[in-house]
């Protein structure tokens, strides 16, 4: 899903709309403001760019999917994620909020959607041939969790070595 279909998904009237992505669920704009102001304060929200919106600016935030009874229990289940009914967004308070938000953030670097790269460092690092076999034989759910943090743990364990 794009990141347009997102915002729209996101500013349906008397919808907060939480969208799957990967282990999280985000909420964009309309419906973080709304999952902030109704649900839970401490959300961590993050800004970024987007170029295919002409550099537009969009605040998102999410949690872990295994989390969602905990704060909305009546959450319904849909294609995309979740959704829940709630109050029509006032639109004053909610340029307030967006206003006030985006000047608390670091400014973002403009990043492609295309994508969702994260440059950690700028190392380069190779992976040997047993774990380029394992990723090649790995999918969501093959192995056990103790296998997958194993390998994240090998891979973290090489990164710091090479510090």
Same mark, same amino acid.
């Given at each position: 899903?794009?990141?347009?279909?997102?915002?729209?998904?996101?500013?349906?009237?008397?919808?907060?709309?939480?969208?799957?992505?990967?282990?999280?669920?985000?909420?964009?704009?309309?419906?973080?403001?709304?999952?902030?102001?109704?649900?839970?304060?401490?959300?961590?929200?993050?800004?970024?760019?987007?170029?295919?919106?002409?550099?537009?600016?969009?605040?998102?935030?999410?949690?872990?999917?295994?989390?969602?009874?905990?704060?909305?229990?009546?959450?319904?289940?849909?294609?995309?994620?979740?959704?829940?009914?709630?109050?029509?967004?006032?639109?004053?308070?909610?340029?307030?909020? $967006?206003?006030?938000?985006?000047?608390?953030?670091?400014? &973002?670097?403009?990043? =492609? !959607?295309? #994508?969702?790269? *994260?440059?950690?460092?700028?190392?380069?690092?190779?992976?040997?041939?047993?774990?380029?076999? $394992?990723?090649?034989?790995?999918?969501?759910?093959?192995? &056990?969790?103790?296998? =997958? !943090?194993? #390998?994240?743990? *090998?891979?973290?364990?090489?990164?710091?070595?090479?510090?």
């Amino acid at each position: 899903m794009n990141i347009q279909d997102k915002i729209i998904l996101s500013e349906r009237p008397g919808k907060l709309s939480l969208i799957r992505e990967g282990m999280f669920l985000r909420c964009y704009e309309q419906s973080l403001f709304l999952f902030i102001t109704n649900y839970r304060g401490d959300l961590h929200v993050s800004l970024r760019q987007f170029k295919n919106l002409d550099g537009r600016l969009v605040v998102y935030g999410g949690f872990p999917a295994s989390q969602l009874k905990k704060y909305l229990p009546e959450a319904q289940e849909t294609d995309w994620g979740y959704e829940i009914d709630c109050e029509i967004v006032c639109s004053e308070r909610y340029q307030a909020w $967006f206003k006030k938000t985006t000047q608390s953030l670091p400014a &973002p670097e403009e990043k =492609d !959607d295309q #994508f969702n790269k *994260t440059e950690v460092s700028e190392k380069v690092f190779y992976f040997n041939c047993e774990l380029c076999q $394992f990723l090649e034989s790995w999918s969501p759910g093959k192995f &056990p969790r103790s296998v =997958d !943090d194993g #390998f994240i743990m *090998t891979v973290k364990k090489a990164l710091n070595e090479m510090e």
